[in-house]
């Protein structure tokens, strides 16, 4: 069957978009006040993607942003960030790369690597480096070494980016794993996270 966006976006998909957004929502309002060095917004960007598609996974991504938006401006800038998270995560998924240790690793890495690049781009041409979060304290202390402002922003999006993939990719995967059969059966991408096997569509 030819998957496309069409395929992607079914009933059930679009019940997922406001929970993960949700999720988003609740992460990056506790990484914001709590001023944590990490962001633990992307587990409902990342486990609507592992479960509903690319597509799906892009526009919960961009819906959350647009939420987070509404409290903190800096937010709306991050978008595209969020959006290829989710298409990144979303094809991954498809391609069954979290179905084992291996595919997990690379795909992380690759996710990684994805918001690494384009966050830093964000950060250091729309904000000059400086957004507020708690990782600017990374960057600064990079800059005082003599680096320059991209290097500077680019390692610390690396270093705090990996950290940040872990942690939202571990409890999107917890997540996943908890959802019954009897849903995840319904969902186009859910049967690669099937507990037990033989179960059919």
């Known amino acids: 069957m030819k998957r496309g ?35 633990v917004d992307q587990i409902g960007t990342m486990m609507v993607a592992m479960i509903a598609g690319p597509w799906v996974g892009m526009v919960t991504g961009l819906l959350s942003n647009v939420v987070n938006g ?5 937010s709306f800038a991050f978008a595209i ?3 290829l998270l989710g298409l990144v995560a979303g094809y991954l998924s498809r391609w069954r790369w979290f179905t084992n240790i291996f595919g997990i690793v690379f795909g992380c890495a690759i996710i990684n690597v994805v918001t690494a690049v384009s966050s830093a781009v964000v950060s250091t041409f729309v904000f000059g480096g400086v957004t507020g979060a708690g990782t600017d304290i ?9 680096q320059a402002l991209w290097t500077s922003v680019f390692s610390t999006n690396l270093v705090t980016g990996t950290i940040n993939t872990i942690v939202n990719f571990v409890f999107s995967w917890i997540i996943v794993n ?3 059969d009897r ?6 991408y859910g ?3 099937i507990k ?6």
């Open 5 to 39: 966006i069409k395929y992607d976006f079914s009933l059930l998909a679009l019940l997922l978009i406001p929970i993960g957004v949700s999720i988003g929502v609740v992460g990056y309002q506790m990484s914001t006040i709590l001023k944590l060095p990490i962001f």
């Open 70 to 74: 509404m409290l903190n401006p800096v």
């Open 81 to 83: 960030v969020s959006v």
């Open 138 to 146: 990374m960057t600064a202390a990079l800059l005082a070494t003599g």
């Open 178 to 180: 908890r959802i019954p």
């Open 183 to 188: 849903f995840l059966v319904k969902l186009n």
């Open 191 to 193: 049967m690669p996270y």
């Open 196 to 201: 037990k096997k033989g179960v059919k569509r």
